[in-house]
């Protein structure tokens, strides 16, 4: 189905212009994404709405994304593992938001574990697309860290449960996507920057 999606997709678009192999491989490999995308979040909304999640699914999403705008990550090599991983992590984040209640201990230990995650290891790139401008990676990084400590302060004043929660775990999600050990566990590239420079210098 995946793969009817994408070559219908790209004969359409063949139809109004002519498509450069190099096109046509951009082409795939972005509407392969967007397939992935729009499949796990359609599994995902039916079984949060099922078990009343929706909200903790929404809010679970956005903090997430924000954490990773700037910080990357790893991207799953296939998509079955996409799928074993993606489906359980956030579904388990959605019934930890709506009833965990967090200590304070735990709490202020995990903002101070993903301060020092984020100062190590953000952004981490990927193979597909290495962070390859030291200047871009170091605005990246210091983006993730403002992230971060905007969503503490916003946290302090707030004094929302949910919304503590939802932040936590997206905080923890985010620390193992940009660890290195996470890169080993699924034998990932990581620092692949210095892959892309030690390929230029060899030239």
Not at 1 to 19: D, E, G, P, R, Y
Not at 46 to 57: A, G, H, V
Request: proline share 3%.
């Amino acid at each position: 189905m995946k793969k009817a999606f994408i070559n219908n997709s790209i004969s359409l678009i063949a139809t109004k212009q002519s498509l450069t192999k190099l096109q046509i491989k951009k082409l795939k490999y972005g509407l392969e994404g967007f397939y992935n995308l729009a499949t796990k979040l359609i599994v995902l909304l039916i079984i949060t709405i099922t078990f009343n999640l929706l909200k903790e699914l929404i809010l679970l999403i956005f903090i997430y994304s924000f954490f990773r705008l700037y910080g990357f990550g790893i991207h799953a090599k296939k998509s079955w593992q996409c799928w074993l991983t993606t489906i359980p992590i956030y579904i388990g984040g959605c019934f930890f938001i709506k009833y965990q209640v967090v200590s304070p201990f735990i709490e202020n230990t995990l903002w101070l574990l993903g301060f020092i995650s984020f100062l190590l290891f953000a952004p981490a790139d990927t193979k597909n697309r290495p962070l390859i401008h030291e200047s871009k990676r170091k605005k990246a990084k210091f983006l993730s860290l403002l992230i971060l400590i905007i969503s503490y302060i916003i946290n302090y004043y707030v004094n929302n449960q949910e919304l503590l929660n939802a932040t936590l775990y997206a905080l923890i999600m985010e620390s193992i996507v940009i660890n290195p050990l996470t890169y080993k566990l699924f034998k990932a590239p990581y620092n692949n920057y210095k892959a892309y420079q030690k390929g230029l210098n060899s030239v």
